[in-house]
């Protein structure tokens, strides 16, 4: 019995929403980065992107636990001299609370041009709209 391939015709892409309200950013960035990658399909391929789209909104209103919010940093080089600029995660999530979601996300998918386009199907928006309503996203439920 041959292992079937799916070829990218095949592949049928779903948009959903997300609200990130009072949920724990971790457990949503895993359930996020699942639907990206495509592992809840039948048609799952580790060297394929087979994964849907998704929106996440209410992004200013995802939760840390413990005492992350004070004690986690985020790290990032300019590419200039010196140019190290670090920042707590309050001061993330009070200035550009999109970011955290995305690098949260983006740090549990491949390393490579693949996971590079997974991320590319994420949306993140700080308030309670997006702009992709023609898609007729589907609401996710994340536990």
Do not use: C
């Not at 095949?10 to 959903?16: G, N, P, S, V």
């Not at 960035?29 to 394929?48: D, E, M, Q, Y």
């Not at 909104?57 to 010196?82: D, F």
Request: no cysteine.
């Amino acid at each position: 019995m041959p292992t079937s391939m799916p070829r990218e015709s095949d592949i049928q892409r779903k948009w959903f929403v997300v609200d990130a309200d009072g949920q724990v950013l971790g457990r949503l960035a895993t359930r996020v980065a699942t639907i990206l990658r495509g592992k809840h399909k039948p048609t799952f391929s580790p060297h394929l992107d087979v994964g849907d789209h998704v929106v996440v909104i209410n992004a200013e209103k995802v939760q840390l636990t413990g005492r992350k919010l004070k004690n986690k940093q985020y790290r990032w080089h300019t590419g200039y001299i010196g140019g190290l600029k670090e920042v707590s995660a309050e001061t993330m999530l009070r200035t550009h609370p999109d970011r955290v979601i995305e690098w949260a996300v983006e740090g549990m998918l491949p390393k490579n041009r693949l996971g590079r386009a997974m991320a590319k199907k994420l949306k993140v928006y700080r308030g309670g709209e997006h702009p992709h309503g023609a898609q007729q996203p589907q609401p996710l439920e994340v536990r």
